[in-house]
Nanobody, 115 residues
Framework: QAQLVESGGGLVQPGESLRLSCAAS????????MGWYRQAPGKQRELVAV???????NYVDSVKGRFTISGDYAKNTVYLQMNSLKPEDTAVYYC?????????WGQGTQVTVSS
């Protein structure tokens, strides 16, 4: 059964860094468009970053220059490196795999940026 499991969230102070991981099982992430989304309380879920099957990356403007999405296909894992975190980055972060007629989601990991 296909599954995505996120990890790496936590509580950090403004300016610090976190790396989120999305470990996939039952699918090979290299064949999917892999995305990181986030949802803050009272707000809609938004796309933060995506890496396509071809390796092209795109980011929402608010994280450009601070976040980096990457994939380790040997480990079947996608990462989101988040630097210079701001309080407005506080949200639950979700991993998504889209392709081959599938739209898979992980359970989410909480990121809280607060002093």
């Amino acid at each position: 059964q296909a599954q995505l499991v996120e990890s790496g969230g936590g509580l950090v102070q403004p300016g610090e860094s976190l790396r989120l991981s999305c470990a996939a099982s039952g699918i090979a992430v290299r064949f999917y468009d892999m995305g990181w989304y986030r949802q803050a309380p009272g707000k809609q879920r938004e796309l933060v970053a995506v890496i396509s099957k071809g390796g092209e990356t795109n980011y929402v403007d608010s994280v450009k220059g601070r976040f980096t999405i990457s994939g380790d296909y040997a480990k079947n894992t996608v990462y989101l490196q988040m630097n210079s975190l701001k309080p407005e980055d506080t949200a639950v972060y979700y991993c998504n795999a889209r392709g081959m007629g599938r739209d898979l989601w992980g359970q989410g990991t909480q990121v809280t940026v607060s002093s």
